[in-house]
């Protein structure tokens, strides 16, 4: 047993979806995920997204309302960035989209991290993060005593 989940990792990342056409706009425009495949039946539609191939992000059109961060469930989607210059390229393409931001530009993980990002909220308002491991360590820590991307 151990040895199986010594190798376990996240294969791909489901979300419920109030209008599969606004989403994936979104997913595949603004973030740069491919179409994969995707389910145009009415009462079963959905968007298969990822890169290189692989499949990283589904679609659902199920959801009756837009995410609530207080009930039971995803509390965030992180995506990782290989550079802290990759991360402000996003937050300029999403601004320019007029996405909603939960804080103004990179801001680190924690006080005194090297680790950071951006945080915003999708059409439904599921929160995001894109971040990266280092590069972030002049900018402000926006919540004192908890990590950033945890109250946002």
């Not at 909603?100 to 991290?113: C, K, R, T």
Request: proline content about 3%; some cysteine.
């Amino acid at each position: 047993m151990t040895t199986a989940i010594s190798k376990l990792r996240t294969g791909h990342v489901g979300l419920n979806v109030t209008d599969l056409a606004r989403s994936l706009v979104f997913y595949r425009d603004a973030l740069g995920f491919e179409l994969l495949g995707e389910g145009k039946e009415e009462d079963r539609r959905f968007a298969l997204l990822g890169r290189d191939g692989e499949l990283v992000l589904a679609l659902w059109q199920q959801a009756e309302g837009a995410y609530a961060p207080g009930a039971a469930g995803l509390h965030h989607l992180a995506l990782s960035a290989d550079a802290i210059e990759e991360v402000r390229e996003y937050e300029e393409r999403l601004r320019g989209l007029g996405v909603d931001f939960a804080y103004e530009g990179v801001v680190a993980h924690g006080e005194g991290a090297a680790s950071g990002g951006i945080f915003f909220h999708d059409p439904d308002g599921t929160r995001l993060e894109i971040s990266v491991p280092s590069g972030a360590e002049d900018a402000e820590a926006p919540v004192a005593g908890a990590p950033t991307c945890g109250f946002f």
